[in-house]
């Protein structure tokens, strides 16, 4: 069975701080998914990335970068120099191809960044 | 337009009302899902659909029902609403890889 764990259920640093989101998960599948998505305030959940089990190749985006780790079975999220405007919900999630690519979710980690 | 839509955004009811959320979708996705969000829990799968004919209880389905009316529409039911499903609920559709979430319903039962 799949699962994912988020242990981190809320972190708090000061703007400019860079903040490492962990995701660890649980899949005997070779082929997966994992993606991170983002849940301001508002409530919407705001689609990030994707990633597939055959590209580990670390992802940048702006201040945003992703390190998908298949030895460590790790997906982690780090922001650089992170603003008060990053403060929100961070889900990981995982869908395997044997389980029909029905997605299990993380719990979330809150992101608190202070002015 | 957004892709995937949920009718109500906000709804508060009473115990015991019979009380239906609604999820549109214009991706052409065979695929839909219902989540329920609670704080500290992450997304739980309430049911989900392959297809129009197939539809599928998920981890917390006791309480609700659903129904697909077409490959576009997906609705949730609370037949006797407790408080404790109050919650945001989501629907999503995929494509099958990817999930589309719409924006949610908060549904508070009193």
């Known amino acids: ?115 | 337009d957004a892709d995937v839509t949920q009718t109500p955004r906000n709804r508060i009811t009473k115990t015991g009302k019979r009380i239906m959320l609604e999820c549109s979708q214009t991706k052409g996705h065979d695929r839909m899902y219902w989540y329920r969000q609670d704080p500290g829990l992450g997304l739980r799968l309430i049911y989900y659909s392959f297809d129009v004919k197939d539809i599928n209880k998920g981890e917390i389905s006791d309480g609700y029902s659903v129904s697909r009316q077409a490959q576009a529409k997906f609705s949730l039911s609370l037949e006797s609403a407790i408080p404790n499903q109050t919650a945001l609920y989501f629907c999503a559709t995929s494509d099958p890889e990817e999930q589309f979430f719409g924006p949610g319903t908060r549904l508070t039962v009193l």
């Open chain 1, 1 to 115: 069975a799949q699962k994912v764990t988020q242990a981190q259920t809320e972190i708090s640093v000061v703007e400019k701080e860079d903040v490492t989101l962990d995701c660890v998960y649980e899949t005997r599948d070779t082929t997966y998914y994992l993606f991170w998505y983002k849940q301001p305030p508002s409530g919407e959940l705001v689609f990030l990335i994707r990633r597939n089990s055959f590209d580990e190749q670390n992802e940048i985006s702006g201040r945003y970068s992703w390190n998908f780790q298949k030895s460590t079975s790790s997906f982690n999220f780090t922001i650089t120099a992170s603003q008060v405007v990053d403060s929100a919900v961070y889900f990981c999630a995982l869908s395997e191809g044997g389980g029909s690519y029905i997605p299990t979710f993380g719990r979330g980690t809150s992101l608190i960044v202070h002015p």
